[in-house]
């Protein structure tokens, strides 16, 4: 079917969308890996809307439950936890099949939307929720978050390190961090100055290792035991409570351990090497 104008050229023919349809270059086109990327962006957008309608609208409008804010925040929490689990599987994926030309960037569009936005507005809800907390100070902490998420995601994309590390702390693993402090209801002061310090972690080039092998199931079997607790927190189990501070507690501590590990390798292999020259040299 063709298309004449009023002059009697033929502007368009559905011939020809059918021919531009077919001739959309691979590399535009969706894989697997990037399906799993946007499932890590739509939990991010779903852990900001159930922060919204089960925490902040509530406390506003004086309908607060806090059985409806708990089971609300461990939800927004855990929808930040199943967006890390798409985050480490759409690497793995895109290593053993194939990546579209977009899967850098869809990658860090939506780690910044669930590890950089989401905690951020997590920390800002707090503030507006927290008894002992002051709104326009966490507002700026929550500042501080996103944009330290930004500046790292486009450090990575910009910074080529040698194979096997970060430099910083890995977004998910801030995020999940920054919102592990806040669960444990610290005083205001110690929770502002310890989100503070997770968000310069993550723009340091304090040295984390990619979880990859053992360390990868290590990650994912943390990320489902946090679900545990979360769930057991949320519906009031007993001992929920102190399962909660306590996974919030070796959250934090997983945060200043690990980077021991990719300290410690980095020493062996300069040894390792010192100790080749010197073989060689003597040889």
């Not at 001992?239 to 945060?255: F, N, P």
């Not at 200043?256 to 390798?265: C, E, G, K, N, S």
Request: hydrophobic residues 55%; proline residues 5%.
């Amino acid at each position: 079917m063709t298309v004449i104008d009023p002059d009697g050229s033929p502007s368009w023919t559905l011939e020809d969308e059918a021919d531009d349809e077919d001739e959309m270059p691979l590399s535009t086109r969706l894989s697997i890996a990037d399906t799993l990327t946007l499932g890590n962006a739509t939990c991010g957008f779903m852990a900001v809307y159930f922060t919204t309608t089960g925490v902040l609208i509530p406390h506003l409008t004086g309908a607060e439950d806090s059985g409806m804010a708990r089971h609300s925040a461990a939800t927004a929490v855990m929808l930040m936890l199943l967006a890390s689990i798409f985050d480490l599987f759409d690497g793995i994926v895109a290593r053993k099949l194939r990546s579209s030309a977009m899967g850098a960037e869809l990658d860090n569009l939506s780690d910044l939307i669930s590890f950089g936005l989401a905690p951020a507005y997590f920390v800002l809800v707090w503030g507006m929720v927290a008894s002992d907390a002051h709104q326009h100070v966490s507002a700026l902490a929550a500042i501080v978050v996103l944009l330290a998420v930004v500046l790292r995601l486009a450090r990575f994309s910009c910074v080529t390190l040698r194979d096997g590390i970060f430099q910083g702390m890995p977004s998910p693993f801030g995020a999940l961090t920054v919102v592990s402090i806040v669960l444990l209801e610290l005083p205001f002061i110690p929770t502002l100055l310890a989100i503070v310090g997770v968000a310069w972690l993550m723009v340091s080039r304090v040295e984390y290792p990619k979880p990859r092998g053992v360390l990868a199931v290590g990650m994912l079997s943390w990320i489902v035991l946090a679900m545990g607790m979360l769930a057991a927190w949320a519906f009031n189990a007993p001992g929920g409570e102190l399962l909660l501070q306590t996974g919030c507690a070796l959250q934090l501590v997983l945060g200043a351990v690990i980077p021991l590990f990719a300290t410690a390798r980095r020493v062996n292999t300069f040894r390792d090497n010192r100790r080749e020259a010197r073989a060689a040299a003597q040889g």
